[in-house]
C-alpha cells in the first residue's frame, strides 16, 4: 500500500528530539490543488531541518533523515524513466540552496540512513530529452552494431541554449556515520569531492540515481574512488542510475564486503574499470549503450562473481574479465536469431562459452532489422552446449518492420543446447503486426532441419509458455517437439 503524505504536523518536541525525520509526499494526490501539500512540506522539512540544525537550539543527531517528493508509483517506476513518469508540479519549489542545506545537514547530523528524493523541474527536463537521444543511439547501436551511423541529436546532443544549464546543483554529502544512504537528486549537475582515506567509513548501501556529472571534471575520477576500500570500507551494496557526463568509472581496489554493484543508465559510460572486486557476488550493468562503441573497454576482476545481469558491453577483444568461472546466474543477455555478421553476437556468444558454471539464465531472442536480414544465417548453430543449465527463461520479441516473425524454431535450437534442463519459461510478446508468410524470408532459416529435429530433455519437469498462440503452427509445432522430447515432463502450462 503507498504511504501517504508524511511530516505536516510535526510539532516541537518531535522535531527536535525524535530520532527520526521523515518528509515524503507519498501516492499521486487529486482534488484542486493537487501541488499544495507538497509545497508546504517543502516548506516544513526546510524548517525543521534548520531548527534542528541549529548550533544554539538544535537536538541530537538523528538516526533517519528522509526527505522524499517524488510520489510514490508501482514498482517505483521513477526509477526507470529519466523524467519521473509522472509531473510533479512542486518540483520548481525545490531550490539549489534547499537541496544544498538538505544534503549538509545528512552529512553533519545523520548517523544511519540518509533519503534525500526530488523530482526533476520543467528546466531541468534537458538531461530528460538528452537520455531519450542517448537511449536512440543505444538501440541504434544495438540493431547495428558499432559500425552504426547515429542520428546527430544522439551523437551529439545539442539542447536549447535556455536549458544547458541545470537547474539544480548539488554536492554528494560526505559522512563518515551515514549507513545507507539514497540520494535521487532531479537531475542536478553533482560535484563529487575528493575523499579521504575512511571519508564515508561507515557507509554499507549506496544509490546515487538522476544526476548529471560534468564530462572531464575531478567529479568523473573522485566517484570512482569513493566507491574504493579506502574511502568505503564497509560499502556492501552500489549503484549508479541515470546519471548522465560519466563517461569512465575507475574503482582500482573495491572493499572487500562489496558484494553488489549496479550500473544502469548510464549513457555516456564508455569505460569500466572494476580492477580488484574480491568479494562481489552480483553485477549489473544495463542501458549503458555506449559500452558498444568500437572504443569502448572493460576490466573486470572479480573471483566470486556469482550473478552477472548485462546486456551489452565491448567487444571481447577490448575486455578483460576474471571470474567467469564462477557465475551461476546469467540474466538480461540479447541474442539475434540471425545475423549475416557475427560480430553483433560476439558479447552474448563469448559470455555463453566462458560463464561455464551457470545453472540459470535469462536471454531475450530477436529478429535482426531489415537490413541484416539479407543472406542470414541462424545465430543458434553459435551457441555453445549449455548441458549445466538447469532453469531457462527465453523472451521472444519477433516483431520486425511489418512483420511478426517465426522465431519457435531459433527457440527449440537454443534450448536444444542446454540438455540438462529442468525448468523452461518462454515468452512471446504480443503483436499487433501480421505474422510473416515469406517463403524466403530470414525466419524460415532452419525450419526444414526442425522438422526432423530431436533433442533430449531427460531432466525436463516444467515448462511455461505466455503468449502462445495456437493459431501460429511454429507455436504449435514448439509445443508438441518440447513434449516429445522431455519424457519426464511433469507440467506443461501454454498460456495467451
Not at 538538505?102 to 548517523?111: D, G, I, K, S, Y
Not at 547495428?144 to 546543483?169: C, H, I, Q, S, W
Not at 548522465?244 to 582500482?252: D, F, N, V
Request: glycine share 6%; proline share 7%; aromatic share 4%.
Amino acid at each position: 500500500m503507498a504511504n501517504s503524505l508524511t511530516g505536516l504536523d510535526y510539532d516541537d518536541s518531535h522535531i527536535l528530539h525524535a530520532p527520526s525525520l521523515r518528509f515524503a509526499v507519498g501516492d499521486v494526490p487529486t482534488g484542486p490543488d493537487p501541488s499544495g501539500d507538497a509545497r508546504r512540506l517543502i516548506a516544513a522539512a526546510n524548517s525543521a531541518i534548520q531548527r534542528r540544525g541549529s548550533a544554539d537550539h538544535g537536538g541530537p543527531d538523528l538516526e533517519e533523515l528522509e526527505i522524499s517528493l517524488v510520489y510514490t508509483s508501482p514498482r517505483n517506476k521513477y526509477r526507470a524513466n529519466p523524467g519521473y513518469a509522472m509531473e510533479h508540479g512542486h518540483a520548481e519549489d525545490v531550490t539549489p540552496e534547499h537541496l544544498a542545506a538538505w544534503l549538509r545537514f545528512a552529512a553533519r547530523r545523520v548517523t544511519g540512513r540518509v533519503t534525500v528524493a526530488v523530482p526533476p523541474a520543467a528546466p531541468d527536463m534537458a538531461a530528460f530529452d538528452e537520455e531519450k537521444a542517448k537511449m536512440k543511439a543505444e538501440a541504434t547501436l544495438v540493431m547495428f552494431g558499432p559500425n552504426a551511423v547515429l542520428p546527430d541529436k544522439a551523437t551529439v546532443y545539442e539542447p536549447e541554449p535556455e536549458k544547458t544549464k541545470p537547474r539544480l546543483v548539488a554536492e554528494l554529502p560526505a559522512s563518515a556515520r551515514a549507513v545507507v544512504m539514497r540520494l535521487a537528486l532531479g537531475n542536478a549537475s553533482l560535484t563529487v569531492p575528493h575523499a579521504g582515506a575512511g571519508a564515508f567509513h561507515a557507509l554499507a548501501d549506496l544509490r546515487l540515481s538522476h544526476a548529471r556529472i560534468e564530462p572531464g571534471t575531478p567529479s568523473e575520477a573522485n566517484l570512482g574512488r569513493l566507491l574504493s576500500a579506502s574511502c568505503c570500507p564497509r560499502l556492501r551494496r552500489a549503484r549508479l542510475e541515470h546519471v548522465l557526463g560519466l563517461a569512465a568509472l575507475r574503482i582500482e581496489s573495491a572493499a572487500a564486503t562489496l558484494e553488489e554493484l549496479s550500473l544502469d543508465r548510464l549513457p555516456d559510460m564508455t569505460s569500466l574499470e572494476l580492477l580488484d572486486a574480491p568479494g562481489l557476488r552480483t553485477l549489473r550493468v544495463v542501458s549503458c549503450g555506449r559500452m558498444l562503441l568500437r572504443e569502448a573497454s572493460a576490466a573486470i576482476h572479480a573471483p566470486k562473481l556469482e550473478h552477472l545481469a548485462c546486456g551489452a558491453m565491448c567487444h571481447p577483444d577490448r575486455l578483460e574479465f576474471t571470474g567467469l568461472d564462477t557465475v551461476r546466474r546469467l540474466k538480461n543477455i540479447h541474442l539475434w536469431s540471425h545475423l549475416h555478421e557475427r560480430r553483433r553476437n560476439a558479447w552474448a556468444l563469448w559470455l555463453l562459452s566462458h560463464c561455464t558454471a551457470m545453472d540459470s539464465l535469462s536471454l531475450r531472442i530477436a529478429p535482426p532489422m531489415a537490413l541484416c536480414a539479407m543472406a542470414a544465417e541462424d545465430t543458434m548453430s553459435l551457441v555453445p552446449p549449455l548441458p549445466n543449465v538447469t532453469s531457462l527463461e527465453i523472451n521472444v520479441h519477433a516483431s520486425c518492420g511489418e512483420f511478426s516473425h517465426r522465431l519457435a524454431s531459433s527457440v527449440a535450437r537454443f534450448v536444444a543446447r542446454c540438455s540438462g534442463l529442468r525448468r523452461l519459461s518462454v515468452a512471446f510478446s504480443a503483436s499487433d503486426r501480421e505474422p510473416c508468410s515469406d517463403p524466403g524470408c530470414f525466419c524460415r532459416v532452419g525450419e526444414d532441419e526442425e522438422a526432423a529435429m530431436e533433442m533430449s530433455l531427460e531432466g525436463l519437469k516444467e515448462v511455461r509458455i505466455a503468449g502462445f498462440c495456437p493459431q501460429l503452427d511454429h507455436h504449435v509445432g514448439l509445443v508438441r517437439l518440447l513434449v516429445a522430447s522431455a519424457p519426464a515432463l511433469e507440467k506443461m502450462t501454454p498460456g495467451v
